[in-house]
């Protein structure tokens, strides 16, 4: 049986506090660690009650890997595995958008699995970056590319902290405010299914906390050809 899904939102970092985009992998900001703590006391506690998480699933930048350890920090602590996977980024490839090289951050993160990160990483603009491209084919592409292989796992419940440009145009079709979460299932098919589409709980229609919109887009809406 598929696992069910734990989508986040990365809390704010500084290119969302100050609305500039040329930050480089920005970090979070004050807010964004008030933001971590508030949904670590909000979504822990659920664990293992209501939600048994298996694994941790993380995009590999820097706001991401930060709101997955102050969150996440109590499962990981109890052995609960966390891996940085680079289809789980963000889609542009402005500074703000464009990862630190691996080395730095395996010093910087020594908790997290970086051993499965695409070692073209954090290249979204050449041709060996071309699946991190910034356009329709390759962000739709991406995203069922990240959702067959949830699918295929083994684990009960996966959370994966990731972004909402990302989760919105390319996996989902929600919006997400910053450190906020929904919750899904993947849609029944009979069989292994074409395209991996999710449905998600009543329970987190405006966000877990509350804090997100409830409308919806269409997954690939707006994205540049």
Not at 90 to 107: F, N, V, Y
Request: charged residues 25%; glycine residues 6%.
């Amino acid at each position: 049986m598929p696992p069910t899904l734990i989508l986040v939102r990365h809390a704010e970092a500084l290119h969302n506090a100050t609305k500039d985009w040329y930050i480089h992998d920005p970090v979070l900001s004050d807010l964004g660690r008030q933001q971590c703590a508030e949904l670590k006391d909000h979504i822990v506690p659920k664990i293992p009650s209501e939600l048994s998480v298996d694994l941790i699933i993380v995009s590999p930048m820097i706001r991401t890997l930060e709101t997955a350890l102050l969150v996440f920090g109590p499962l990981i602590e109890q052995g609960v595995p966390i891996q940085a996977h680079a289809g789980w980024q963000e889609t542009t490839a402005k500074p703000c958008d464009t990862g630190t090289p691996l080395s730095q951050l395996e010093a910087q993160f020594p908790q997290v699995d970086f051993s499965h990160v695409d070692p073209v990483f954090p290249d979204k603009t050449s041709p060996a970056g071309a699946a991190y491209k910034f356009s329709k084919q390759a962000i739709m592409a991406r995203g069922q590319s990240c959702l067959r292989e949830l699918y295929n796992r083994p684990e009960k419940v996966i959370v994966v902290v990731s972004h909402s440009g990302f989760l919105k145009r390319g996996i989902s079709g929600h919006y997400y405010f910053n450190a906020d979460y929904r919750i899904f299932d993947f849609e029944e098919t009979e069989g292994e299914p074409e395209t991996y589409r999710l449905k998600q709980w009543e329970t987190t229609k405006k966000g877990g906390l509350g804090w997100s919109l409830e409308e919806t887009v269409q997954v690939g809406d707006e994205l540049p050809e």
